[in-house]
């Protein structure tokens, strides 16, 4: 039977709210329910966002809520070689292209149906030649990625059995312009390279696994168990985000909330300062 081990992988632009408390609550007790590992990663290649006292706080919350985490922590910015081998190992299999469209040309291109990452990507850099002078992302051309693949399947411990379907994601971008890698390509390197056998996040990153399970198919990586857990909602039934306010841990920290007592909160469903547990 191999050991259970799991993460938890924020991103330090902001500070952990209550959702996140949630979703780390849930990949650590999955873990330790097996006698398994918890590993902490910081997402931090958004050079122009990421803080380091954000990543003091993510670690100081984690504390606060009772939470230990096994070995080191992992960074993603000292991965940066590791993602480049993989972008170029795609290149060589003429999977990947340059594309310099802007946000404002996609959406005045795009009527197509939306994807994991908004309007699906029209496709109008796939074909013609692009100046790799010129500031660009890398796209992964998936109808020939697909065809390569296969078909493909993963297993969530909740939904079951999933038939991959990441042609209904369009043309992902695998490395933006501002930055070496994108939170696909990178999560799926990672994952593999720390030995994840059980992603736990939430349900809104479930499409983001069939380009995952097709990511790993291509690289010849393992596919590890998901289990795609509900949000943790807000008193207007909106999921927490920071973008919207939502209550740092920081703040209930320094208000004199157990965070133990808040974890268990969480744990039992008594959901404190009115938020809710979504039904999908």
Known sequence: MRVVVTRFAPSPTGRLHAGHAFSAIMAHDRARADGGRFLLRIEDIDGTRSRAEHVDGVLADLRWLGLDWDGEVVFQSQRLPHYAEALARLA??????????????????????????????????????????????????????????????????????????????????????????????????????????????????????????????????????????????????????????????ADLREAGVDGRAFAMDLRAGRLPLGFAVGSD
């Open 92 to 249: 060589a299999m003429g999977l990947v292209y340059r594309c310099i469209c802007t946000r404002a040309d996609i959406a005045a291109a795009a009527s197509a149906p939306h994807g994991v990452g908004g309007g699906l990507y029209p496709g109008t850099c796939r074909h013609r030649a692009v100046d790799p002078a010129l500031p660009h992302c890398w796209r992964l051309d998936m109808s020939a990625a697909v065809a390569q693949a296969g078909g493909l399947t993963w297993t969530d411990e909740l939904a079951g059995d999933v038939a991959a379907d990441p042609l209904a994601q369009g043309d992902v971008v695998l490395a933006r312009k501002d930055a070496p890698s994108s939170y696909h390509l990178s999560v799926t390197l990672d994952d593999a390279a720390q030995g994840v056998s059980h992603v736990v996040r939430g349900i809104d990153l479930f499409a983001a696994t069939h380009i995952h399970r097709l990511l790993q198919a291509l690289l010849d990586l393992p596919s590890p168990v998901y289990r795609h857990h509900p949000l943790l909602l807000g008193p207007d039934g909106e999921r927490l985000a920071k973008r919207t306010g939502a209550p740092a841990l």
